[in-house]
């Protein structure tokens, strides 16, 4: 499931990077992207600690309100994927 990333991304990494905090972060993120695109990235995360935890798709969508299709989405980033999320969620608190 990896893919190569065009190479303009790097900048937008490098950016993340750079970040100092929370305040910080939540401000870059609030400019880059829409309300819409953040609260997708969020419930995609939070579907991805609870896959990780073990629940059970009907009980994600009920938690999460996230489709059948992002729950699968992110399963396989899980499963096949570039590791990502399996870098981070240890990382997070539970």
Do not use: H, W
């Amino acid at each position: 499931m990896q893919k190569e990333m065009p190479e303009q991304n790097s900048l937008l990494f490098e950016a993340i990077l750079a970040l100092k905090d929370q305040e910080e972060c939540r401000a870059f993120f609030q400019d880059l992207c829409t309300v819409a695109e953040l609260r997708a990235m969020a419930q995609r995360l939070e579907v991805a600690q609870l896959l990780d935890q073990g629940l059970i798709y009907n009980d994600i969508l009920q938690r999460t309100g996230a489709s059948s299709a992002t729950i699968s989405r992110v399963n396989r980033a899980l499963q096949y994927g570039a590791d990502g999320y399996k870098t981070i969620l240890p990382r997070l608190p539970k």
